[in-house]
Structure formats: structure tokens, C-alpha cells
């Protein structure tokens, strides 16, 4: 597949500047929320066909999210655009200094297939904000979103500035050989490694949105039922398919057995005696990854759960105990409905434990006791942080999204996605009269000159009188 028209045809438009008046923008964003209001039922019913997704989930993590974003966006593109000035040192006082916040141009979004709405349609409410063209490639995996998709938002959107390419593995290599101005990806680090050696090629900056495995410390003074539900929640939303899962807990032996116990009784009240009857419980997205999270079943014992179907692509809410942490299922992200218990001595264990291992996505900590909170929170590091409670924190906008280290590089969300997809270019006008201020930094030089223009320019340290 050749993209190179494609491309040609969005740079096109973004050199004429058409994505740039605001007016534009707001034109296509109300136009996104359209498309969103006007497919809903079509929606969900795609998201139903690739993982069975009830619509509670998909309606809270894929629709509202997307269109809190594009309302943010609406309410605030206005002043989001606005140059910002900055304070001017001596040499600049006569001038104007500021930051004008620039598209890149023709951005690419790749988005993978677990939440195939939000992740792929957030990215773009922040390209076009920030007025760039963009091309998005949604998961072939996740196909009938991506056909939706595909066929859907081209209806709405301006054609000659945003196009959807719908491409796997092969197509996406000759895709990403062509030059963006900037690539936002979501999807597992071993990819991202590929798109950013891809990007290098151009030099074309990235943001990578990766996964990984985010611990969970239960600490033995904390409300137990309270934290089993949480846990359960968010580990057991989307059928475990989410990057930011609590993907293993970490707890003591005093409260282990306490744990495990609430967690079976909260897995039975919220999915009932055969969750596989459930209507709130999701299927795993293809027959390849069945395969990869079922094989994971073969590790430690089964407290609860442990059933199978491969024809329906099922896999039982299950809980796992005697895990060794040279076992795959503690080594490689989950993403599925399975959540391990790993007993360890107490909080430094558990921190150890954490802090010998790439850096996540998400750190959790349940505790009712502040300090070990406020520890857990100094002494471990992670895209994002909740206490006594898993992904909830995501659905706040005006918190960064993002990872470190392995779990990813950059932010979006909120005012960060505008941020992510805006350069940030240095402005500084001058006048071309007043020469005579400018004669300092011209040959011939002299010692005298240098002191007057060093001390005009240099920042001093506050509340010093000595030279530095
Ligand atoms: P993936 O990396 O396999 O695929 C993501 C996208 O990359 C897809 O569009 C796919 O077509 C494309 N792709 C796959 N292989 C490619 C290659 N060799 N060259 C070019 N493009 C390629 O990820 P996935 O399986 O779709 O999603 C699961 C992973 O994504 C998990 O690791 C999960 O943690 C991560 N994830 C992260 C976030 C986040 O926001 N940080 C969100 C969701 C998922």
C-alpha cells in the first residue's frame, strides 16, 4: 500500500494553513462529538462484536472520556491558543517575548485495540486542537471498531486534512517510512521500540503511550473488602484488558488469606455463580491472545476461577496464589482477566519488589494509614499514582496521562493533550531602530563590554549579593 498521496494531500492543507484559525478547529471537534452522538448505538454494538464490551464499560471508558476531551477542548481552545508571554531580561526589556503554541503538521496516531474508541479518538481531539492534520491508524484487531471507524469519521471530517488508514503489521512498517511530523502511539513497549526506531529515521518526535505491569501493595492496616472491590474492579474491567490493571497485588501473610477470601466474595457478587453468564464481563479480544493469557493459568494455584472457553474467547475472573516471581505470569503484562497474589514480608519488601522492576504505568497503595501512603508514594516511581483505589484516577483530566522509563514517554489528557501535540516555539520581536542599544555586543569587544552585557543577561541567584 502506497501512503504517500495520502500524506501529500493532508501536508497540503496544513501548509495553506487550513487547519490553523480557530474557528476550524472548533468546526471539527463539534464535528467529532457529532460523530460520536450520531454512531453511539453503532458504537457500542462494534465494541460488543470485538470484546464483548457491556456497554456501562464502554459508555464510562470510551464515549464520556472522549467526549469530556473534546468539551474541554471546546471551552478552552480559545485561551489554550493564546501566545504566552514571558518576563524579559535586560537585553530583551524593549521587545516582546513569547511562546506561540505551533502545530506540528501531519501527525500520525497508531492506537491499539483494547479501548479502540477512546484511544484512538483522544489523540485526535488534541491534533486538531493544537491544528494539525492527522492520519490515524486504529487496531486491525480490534476490527469492527476499526471499520466503524474507518468508514465513519471521513464523513464527518475534513478528507483533505484527516484520514483513517486501516493497515496491520505490514502495512503500518510501510506507513511509518513515510515522514510525519509527530507520532503519538499506544500500545506494548516491544512495538514501541519499532515506531520510535522507525521516528528516528526522520527524527520525528514521539509519544509513546506502553504498558507494563502495575503493582498493587495492599498494606495489613487497610479496609479489606473495601480494597478486594476496588482491585476487582479495575482489574476485572474490560476482562482485564486495560494498561493501567492493577496487574498483581502485593500483601502480607497476616491479611493474605483475609484478601483472598473478600476477593472471591466480591468476584461472585459482581459477575454472580457463572461469570461467564454475566453480562457485565468481556471477552478477550482474538484467539492469539487467548492463547497467551490461558497459558498463564498453568502458574501457581487457583484460589477462584480458572475456567476456560476458547470458543468464546472467555477466561474466568481468577485469582492466583504461590506464583514464583520468575513465573511469566509475574514477569509479562497480564492483560487479562487474572490477578496474583505475591506474599511478601511487609511495606520495604514491597517496595523493593517494585523498585527492582521496570517502572510502571500505575503504582497502587491501599493503606488507611497516611505515612505508609505518603512512603509508598516518595520511594516508588510510575507514570500515575492512586491510593486505595486502581484507574480511577484517569477518568480526571487535569491530571497527565502517561508513562516512564518502559511504561512510555510524554503525557495527554485534558490540557496535556493540546500541550502534546503543539510545539512550543521561542518568539522574540524586535524593533530594527535603536542601534545604539546593540553597539555593546559588537567588535571590537572589550573586558568592559563583556561585564555590562553578562550582567544584563545573566540570571542572578535570589537573595545573593556576592558575584557568582
Ligand atoms: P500493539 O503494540 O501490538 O499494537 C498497537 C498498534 O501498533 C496497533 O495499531 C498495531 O497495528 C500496531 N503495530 C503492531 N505491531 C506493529 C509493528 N511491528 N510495526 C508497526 N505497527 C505495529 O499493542 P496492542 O496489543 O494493540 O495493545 C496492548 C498493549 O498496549 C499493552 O501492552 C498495553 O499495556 C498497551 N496499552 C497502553 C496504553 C497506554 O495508554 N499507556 C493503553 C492501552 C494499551
Known amino acids: 500500500m502506497d501512503y504517500s498521496s495520502t500524506i501529500t494531500r493532508l501536508r497540503r492543507s496544513f501548509r495553506d494553513g487550513k487547519t490553523r484559525p480557530l474557528q476550524f478547529r472548533i468546526s471539527q471537534l463539534e464535528a467529532l462529538g457529532k460523530f460520536l452522538e450520531e454512531n453511539k448505538i453503532q458504537i457500542l454494538e462494534s465494541l460488543k462484536k470485538d470484546l464483548n464490551k457491556p456497554s456501562f464499560e464502554a459508555e464510562l471508558s470510551e464515549l464520556s472520556l472522549v467526549k469530556s476531551e473534546i468539551n474541554l477542548a471546546l471551552n478552552n481552545l480559545g485561551s489554550w491558543m493564546k501566545d504566552e508571554h514571558v518576563s524579559r531580561n535586560m537585553v530583551t526589556m524593549m521587545d516582546t517575548a513569547f511562546i506561540r503554541k505551533e502545530p506540528f503538521g501531519v501527525a500520525l496516531i497508531i492506537a491499539p485495540w ?21 492520519v490515524l491508524k486504529p487496531s486491525e484487531i480490534s476490527q469492527n471498531t476499526e471499520k466503524l471507524l474507518a468508514d465513519g469519521l471521513p464523513r464527518y471530517l475534513d478528507k483533505d486534512c484527516f484520514a483513517v488508514v486501516q493497515a496491520g503489521v505490514d502495512d503500518t512498517t510501510r506507513l511509518l517510512e513515510n515522514k510525519f511530523d509527530f507520532i503519538f502511539f499506544t500500545g506494548n513497549p516491544h512495538v514501541g521500540k519499532i515506531i520510535m526506531t522507525a521516528a528516528a529515521k526522520h527524527l520525528t518526535p514521539v509519544t509513546l503511550e506502553l504498558g507494563g505491569k502495575n503493582p498493587c501493595y495492599v498494606h495489613d492496616e487497610c479496609d479489606i473488602p473495601n480494597a478486594a472491590r476496588r482491585i476487582a474492579w479495575s482489574r476485572f474491567f474490560n476482562a482485564g484488558q486495560t494498561c493501567l490493571a492493577p496487574d498483581y497485588v502485593l500483601c502480607s501473610n497476616n491479611i493474605k488469606d483475609k484478601l483472598l477470601s473478600a476477593l472471591k466474595t466480591t ?3 459482581f459477575y454472580g455463580e457463572d461469570p461467564k453468564l454475566s453480562p457485565d464481563f468481556g471477552r478477550i479480544i482474538s484467539d492469539r491472545h487467548f492463547k497467551r493469557v490461558s497459558a498463564l493459568l498453568a502458574y501457581g494455584k487457583i484460589v477462584t476461577g480458572g475456567q476456560t472457553d476458547e470458543a468464546d474467547k472467555y477466561i474466568a475472573p481468577t485469582v492466583l496464589i504461590d506464583v514464583k516471581d520468575t513465573d511469566p505470569v509475574m514477569q509479562e503484562e497480564i492483560f487479562g482477566p487474572i490477578l496474583p497474589v505475591f506474599t511478601v514480608s511487609g511495606f520495604d519488601e514491597a517496595v523493593n519488589f517494585i523498585n527492582d522492576r521496570e517502572k510502571p504505568l500505575a503504582a497502587y497503595v491501599f493503606s488507611s494509614n497516611s505515612q505508609i501512603v505518603n512512603q509508598f508514594l516518595d520511594r516508588t ?45 521561542a518568539c522574540l520581536l524586535r524593533s530594527d531602530g535603536r542601534e545604539k542599544l546593540n553597539e555593546i555586543r559588537y567588535p571590537p569587544y572589550s573586558e568592559s563590554r563583556l561585564g555590562f552585557i553578562l550582567y544584563s543577561m545573566e540570571t542572578k541567584r535570589k537573595w545573593s549579593c556576592a558575584v557568582m
Open 114 to 134: 483494547n479501548y479502540p474508541v477512546h484511544l484512538s479518538l483522544i489523540p485526535l481531539v488534541g491534533a486538531i486542537a493544537a491544528g494539525n492534520c492527522a
Open 381 to 425: 516511581s510510575s507514570g500515575g499514582f492512586c491510593a486505595n483505589d486502581g484507574i480511577i484516577h484517569t477518568t480526571n483530566i487535569n491530571l497527565p496521562f502517561g508513562g516512564i522509563g518502559h511504561s512510555g514517554m510524554g503525557m495527554y489528557h485534558g490540557k496535556f493533550t493540546f500541550d502534546t501535540f503543539s510545539h512550543n516555539r
Open 267 to 269: 468476584i461472585h457478587e
